[in-house]
């Protein structure tokens, strides 16, 4: 099946763009994995005629949106995210009436409506960067995440009006995984993305994005770490630093750190993809090109 995928993408002048989250054996067969950031600037510069995108719903539409004369396609077009599910856009629309004369930052992880309405889109990679871009008395609502949007008033300093949304997996890690895991791996450091609760993040002795958590790995002489994120960072960890030992959080009664979502891209839908060009993400010029202007502001500020 690799060897099909490998000949369709060269047949197709296709490529695969993958999130870290993704299974292993779809990883592999990526032509690049990586974040948010990564895969949207990935997105732009690529020539290839097909995109085919192995990630989450909004992600697909992003690089539509960045790509609105090339074919994107999605392995399983029901592939959603919790996050951008807790943020409709109507009822979006109705929240910011309240804040007239805010600026509207979106983290990546929401629907193309959702970005229709922003002024500037970030990721957990760059949120920091264009807070501080933004004048100190510049007026902020942020949006979907209320973990994020709390971790990011913390490190600014500033008092952004934040919509109450979360990530299902993130959201349901909880403090007494994380003291359980360190007093099993008292060497351990732990890394922690910013979509947890606070609560979380207090144990935590570095906490960032998914890039930033490998960026720390490679530059650490600590041989354990644990990882406070979606399990699928593992086997990209794994890889990169194979005499390094890296611990996932234990699945808990309320769930586990594995993204259900991201999990549906597989080698089989993938392969299918290719041989059919479908299902391929389509979406109205016109919200497409609204959608546009937020995003291509945050590749702007970097």
Known sequence: MKERIASLKKSKNAIILAHYYCRPEVQEIADFVGDSLALSQKAVATDADIILFAGVHFMA????????????????????????????????????????????????????????????????????????????NAKIVFAPDRNLGRYINEKTGRNMVLWDGACHVHDHIRPEDIVAAQQQHPEAQTLAHPECPESVLRHANIIGSTAAMLKEVAKSDRKEFIVVTESGILHELQKQHPDKVFYPIAPTAEGCTNCQYMKQNTLENICRALETEQPELLMEPELMNRARKPIERMLEIG
């Open 61 to 136: 539409e992003t690089a539509k949106i960045l790509n609105p004369t090339k074919k994107v396609l999605i392995p399983d077009l029901s592939a959603g995210c919790s996050l951008a599910d807790s943020c409709p856009d109507a009822d979006f629309e109705k929240f910011l009436q309240k804040y007239p004369g805010h600026t509207v930052l979106s983290y990546i992880n929401c629907s193309a409506r959702v970005k229709a309405l922003s002024d500037i889109i970030v990721t957990s990679g760059n949120a920091l960067r264009v807070v501080n871009s933004l004048p100190a």
